[in-house]
C-alpha cells in the first residue's frame, strides 16, 4: 500500500479551515487539520508546493519516519507554518492506519483511560449580569468548567468578550468569542493592565459566591502582563482557588515563569502558540507550568503531542490542549483520542463549531454529562463532505490587536 493521492482542501463554512486528505493505492483515506489561523494560505502553499509531492508512493504505515522525514529534510525547523503542515501528514498517517486497523485511533495509543474528556466552554460578558448569563448557558449546555472572560471599566474592546455583532461563525456569537473577524483589515482593540489587574479579582469573587466552591474556573490572560504583574494577579486570584490561570506572559520568555511561580500557588496553563515539542522541554523540566496548552495541529500532530504529554507525566504535568473554533473538527477529534488514551489527562478546551461547519465536516463524536468522547468509529471519527465544503470559498479574515491607550501595541 502506497500514498497515491495528496490533496489540500481550504474551506469556509463558518471559519477557515485547511484539510489534507490522503487516499492510499488501496482506497483508505485519512484527514489532517491544517489550520493556522489567519495565516492558512501560507500552510496552502508549504503543503502543496512542498510536501504534497514528497508523499506519493511513501507508505503510509511509516509515520514516525514520514514525521522525522518531513522536519529533518525541511532544515529549517519548527515554525507554525512548518509544524501545521507536517501535522496535518501525521493525523492522516494515523487516521489511516487505525482505519486499516478497523479500530478508533484512542486503541491504538493505548486504550481508553477514562469514560470522557472533562471539557470547558467559554464564558464572556461586559460585566456581572452578562457573564452569569454566559456561564448559566453554558450551564445548560452542559459544561462542567468554565472559561471566565470579562470586561474591565474604560477599555472598550478585549480579548474573550463575546458580543451579538461578531461575525464569526462559532456557535451562539453572544456567548461564544470567536476572535477571527472576516475583513481585509485586523479589528483594533484597546488595553490598559493596571486596570485589568484592578477588576478581575473582584470578578472571581462575585463568580465564586454566585456559583459556589465546586464549579473549576479558569481564566485567560493571552500574554498581556509582566511577570510582575501575573504573579500579582495569580496571587490575588488564590481566594477563587482557579483551575489555571493561562498564559499570563507572552510565551517567548519562558525564563519569565519562574517570578511566577515564586509568588503564586495559581495553576498555570501555557502552549497554545508553541510549535514543537522542544518548545515544552524546559518548561516541563523547570517544572513551570501544570497545564500543557500545546495543539495537535499546531505542534506537528499526534506523534510529537503524545510524546510532549508522555514526558510531561514525569512532571504530573496534565494536558489542556487547545480546542477553540479555529482547530477544525479533524484536529479536535485527533487530540480526544489522545486525551482519552494518555494517564495524565487534564481538562479539553471546547468551544462548538458552528452548524455549517458541522455540516461540512461529519463527526462521531459524543458530548454527555460534561465529557466529550471521540466515537467508536475507525480511525478518527471525522469525515469531509467534499460537496459541502466546495460551497465555501476561502474568506480573509485576521486575528485582531491591540494598542495601550497612547497608542502602543502591545500583546494580543
Ligand atoms: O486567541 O484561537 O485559549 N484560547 C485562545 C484563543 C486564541 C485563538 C487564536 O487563533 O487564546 O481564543
Ligand atoms: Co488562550
Redesign the pocket.
Known amino acids: 500500500m502506497i500514498i497515491e493521492k495528496a490533496e489540500v482542501i481550504v474551506t469556509s463554512p463558518d471559519r477557515n479551515f485547511v484539510t489534507l486528505k490522503l487516499t492510499t493505492s488501496d482506497g483508505v483515506t485519512g484527514l489532517g487539520d491544517a489550520t493556522l489561523?489567519?495565516r492558512e494560505l501560507a500552510v496552502v502553499a508549504y503543503l502543496k508546493e512542498h510536501v504534497v509531492p514528497l508523499l506519493i508512493g511513501r507508505d503510509p504505515h511509516q509515520i514516525e519516519d514520514t514525521w522525522q522525514f518531513l522536519y529533518r529534510i525541511s532544515y529549517w525547523r519548527r515554525g507554525p507554518v512548518t509544524m501545521a503542515s507536517i501535522a496535518a501528514v501525521d493525523m492522516a498517517l494515523w487516521y489511516i492506519k487505525a482505519k486499516v486497523a478497523g479500530l478508533p485511533l484512542y486503541q491504538l495509543l493505548g486504550g481508553a483511560s477514562r469514560r470522557g474528556l472533562l471539557a470547558y466552554g467559554h464564558a464572556s460578558g461586559k460585566e456581572l449580569p452578562e457573564i452569569f448569563d454566559s456561564i448559566n448557558d453554558h450551564l445548560e449546555q452542559g459544561f462542567r468548567a468554565i472559561?471566565v472572560q470579562s470586561g474591565v471599566p474604560g477599555l472598550k474592546a478585549i480579548?474573550?468578550i463575546a458580543s451579538q455583532s461578531a461575525d464569526t461563525g462559532g456557535g451562539d456569537a453572544r456567548y461564544d468569542?470567536?476572535?477571527?473577524r472576516r475583513g481585509a483589515k485586523p479589528t483594533e482593540e484597546d488595553w490598559d493592565t493596571r486596570a485589568y489587574l484592578r477588576h478581575i479579582p473582584g470578578v472571581f469573587e462575585a463568580v465564586r459566591n454566585e456559583f459556589g466552591a465546586e464549579l473549576p474556573l479558569l481564566h485567560?490572560g493571552?500574554h498581556r502582563m509582566t511577570p510582575l504583574q501575573a504573579a500579582k494577579l495569580g496571587k490575588s486570584l488564590e481566594p477563587y482557588d482557579l483551575f489555571w490561570l493561562?498564559?499570563c506572559t507572552p510565551a517567548e520568555n519562558q525564563e519569565a515563569l519562574k517570578l511566577v511561580r515564586q509568588h503564586t500557588t495559581t495553576p498555570l496553563a501555557i502552549g497554545?502558540v508553541f510549535n514543537t515539542i522542544w518548545d515544552f522541554k524546559d518548561i516541563i523540566r523547570d517544572q513551570l507550568i501544570d497545564y500543557m496548552?500545546g495543539a495537535v495541529t499546531h505542534m506537528g500532530g499526534i506523534t510529537p503531542l503524545k510524546k510532549t504529554m508522555d514526558y510531561a507525566s514525569l512532571y504530573q504535568i496534565k494536558s489542556g490542549f487547545?480546542g477553540?473554533t479555529?482547530i477544525s473538527p479533524v484536529g479536535m477529534a485527533a487530540q480526544m483520542h489522545v486525551g482519552l488514551a494518555i494517564h495524565n489527562f487534564g481538562i479539553q478546551?471546547y468551544m462548538k463549531h458552528g452548524a455549517k461547519t458541522d455540516q461540512v465536516f461529519e463527526q462521531s463524536f459524543t458530548w454527555t454529562d460534561g465529557l466529550l468522547h471521540p466515537g467508536d468509529n475507525p480511525g478518527l471519527g471525522v469525515e469531509l463532505n467534499v460537496d459541502e465544503a466546495g460551497k465555501y470559498p476561502y474568506e480573509q479574515a485576521y486575528?485582531p490587536y491591540n494598542r495601550l491607550a497612547d497608542g502602543t501595541v502591545h500583546d494580543w
Open positions: 489561523n489567519g472559561r480579548y474573550g468569542h470567536e476572535p477571527a485567560d493571552h493561562e498564559d497554545e496548552r487547545h477553540p479555529d478546551e486575528l
